[in-house]
T-cell receptor, first 109, second 118 residues
Framework: GQNIDQPTEMTATEGAIVQINCTYQTSGFNGLFWYQQHAGEAPTFLSYNVLDGLEEKGRFSSFLSRSKGYSYLLLKELQMKDSASYLCAVRGGNYQLIWGAGTKLIIKP | GAVVSQHPSWVICKSGTSVKIECRSLDFQATTMFWYRQFPKQSLMLMATSNEGSKATYEQGVEKDKFLINHASLTLSTLTVTSAHPEDSSFYIC??????????????FGNGTRLTVT
């Protein structure tokens, strides 16, 4: 079967750094996406990785290792507004998106 | 770019009535749109894939006669929840991908519609 695993909830302190991990097992791979979703709102696109390595975009970075079926989203200089759920999604061999359950990130002052 | 507009943002309806939700791609053409449903504290669940000019593809367990999808143009897909019941209350979100940007372009989401059936 196909599945994506990410922690259910994480807590971090304002100004700190947090890493949210995502592991996946899919039939084929055509890219991995990270989305941010605030409560009651639709997801917004954060990052995309299709090749191994680190993609940096401001305070957010995303890493991919295809051989390990592993990705992480790194958030630096955390702000209170970063409190949200972070969704990992993998595009499988048939180009269908497979979604993780999301990681709820709680930022404390 | 790549803006997806969804309307209405929220709707309250009585049990047994039907509700139509519209999803528009504002600055790109979308041959394919996706309809998701999300219950509180749960992840996105794909309901169906809407294909312009042809029938939608429904995921297992989703009733096609209850959730009617029409994708009449390259910029508009509609989802109609027919004979709504309280258990249909959920957050419905549409999404689309700008196909002109290649297969690796991300999904862009509408703002979602919160449906409450009383």
């Amino acid at each position: 079967g196909q599945n994506i695993d990410q922690p259910t909830e994480m807590t971090a302190t304002e100004g700190a750094i947090v890493q949210i991990n995502c592991t996946y097992q899919t039939s084929g791979f055509n890219g991995l996406f990270w989305y941010q979703q605030h409560a009651g709102e639709a997801p917004t696109f954060l990052s995309y990785n299709v090749l191994d390595g680190l993609e940096e975009k401001g305070r957010f970075s995303s890493f991919l290792s295809r051989s390990k079926g592993y990705s992480y989203l790194l958030l630096k200089e955390l702000q209170m507004k970063d409190s949200a759920s972070y969704l990992c999604a993998v595009r499988g061999g048939n180009y269908q998106l497979i979604w993780g359950a999301g990681t709820k990130l709680i930022i404390k002052p | 770019g790549a803006v997806v507009s969804q309307h209405p943002s929220w709707v309250i309806c009585k049990s047994g009535t039907s509700v139509k939700i519209e999803c528009r791609s504002l600055d790109f053409q979308a041959t394919t749109m996706f309809w998701y449903r999300q219950f509180p504290k749960q992840s996105l669940m794909l309901m169906a894939t809407s294909n312009e000019g042809s029938k939608a593809t429904y995921e297992q367990g989703v009733e096609k006669d209850k959730f009617l999808i029409n994708h009449a143009s390259l910029t508009l897909s509609t989802l109609t929840v027919t004979s709504a019941h309280p258990e249909d209350s959920s957050f419905y979100i549409c999404s689309a991908r700008d196909g002109d940007r290649g297969d690796h372009s991300p999904l862009h989401f509408g703002n979602g519609t919160r449906l409450t059936v009383t």
